[in-house]
Nanobody
């Protein structure tokens, strides 16, 4: 059972990146999913959440309008499109999945069943 995050890198402020998180060993169909980030010296925070079937999403104010979470259950993969990146978006980004029966968004940084290994995003000026 594994979540493999990828797509991070170095980008200039104002640029874009698309992160991917591929699941193996289980199917994401039965899981709500979230993207999180952790900058040095700071606590981990959630930046995007999506329900099982992708019908609902949630973003904190810090990224709303700039980040978009999506999922392709057929490919067992979730995505995070990040636009208009800012210096303060620099962090290690993680994906996580939590088993749930209902098609609802789950938020918060605790209670997740599986975590990906993280991918570094660095935004330069």
């Amino acid at each position: 059972v594994q979540l493999q995050a990828s797509g991070g890198g170095l980008v200039q402020a104002g640029g874009s990146l698309r992160l991917s998180c591929a699941a193996s060993g289980f199917t994401l169909d039965y899981f709500a999913v979230g993207w999180f980030r952790q900058a040095p010296g700071k606590e981990r925070e959630g930046v995007a959440y999506i329900s099982r079937r992708g019908t609902s999403t949630y973003y904190p104010d810090s990224v709303r309008g700039r980040f978009t979470i999506s999922r392709d259950n057929a490919k067992n993969t979730i995505y995070l499109q990040m636009n208009s990146l800012k210096l303060e978006d620099t962090a290690v980004y993680y994906c996580a999945a939590r088993s749930i029966l209902k098609d609802v968004v789950l938020t918060g940084v605790t209670g997740w069943d599986y975590w990906g290994q993280g991918t570094q995003v660095t935004v330069s000026s």
